[in-house]
């Protein structure tokens, strides 16, 4: 069965900046399923999952318009320390904050006695990567699954 919209793939993928080491595979953990055509993913990810089947094995490179997007000048947030906690901070660092929207990664730019300043751009902004993608197994999504935009049971949404 090829992976196309509404259906659920699960894979393995390993992604890394172009040119360099890998910084995070799933193969220590359970795959990743996604329900696809709906935004789950980045987009070139997902366009290049498309067509594939089970067993397919590849890589494909992803631009970093098509995957976490350019960075952004003007997304710096002064944040009182104390929302930091005991963590020790360091300039580069990346750390995640509870915001309003919700936990966020963050880059950390400057450490002053009271507040810190951070970059809001998503820390894989800006960057072209690199996946290497193993299509574990694709199946056809429920119509409550597409109804709602996202996969059920193993691996998805629990409700
Ligand atoms: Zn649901």
Redesign the pocket.
């Known amino acids: 069965m090829k992976i196309e919209k509404d259906r659920v793939v699960r894979f393995h993928y390993t992604v890394a900046e172009a040119g360099q080491e890998p910084v995070e595979s799933s193969k220590d953990r359970d795959p990743l399923v996604i329900l696809v055509g709906h935004g789950n993913i980045i987009p070139g990810l997902e366009k290049a999952l498309e067509g594939h089947e089970a067993g397919d094995n590849f890589g494909v490179d992803v631009a970093a318009a098509d995957a976490y997007g350019e960075r952004r000048e003007g997304l710096s947030q002064r944040v009182p320390k104390k929302h930091f906690g005991e963590q020790r901070l360091a300039p580069g660092m990346q750390v995640v904050l509870n915001t309003n929207f919700g936990p966020r990664a963050v880059t950390i730019e400057k450490v002053g006695m009271s507040v810190v300043d951070v970059d809001l751009n998503h820390p894989m902004a800006g960057k072209d990567l690199h996946f290497d993608i193993e299509i574990v197994d694709v199946r056809e999504a429920q119509p409550?699954?597409i109804e709602?935009g996202?996969v059920?049971g193993d691996g998805g949404?629990q409700?």
């Open positions: 409550e699954e709602h996202h059920h949404h409700h």
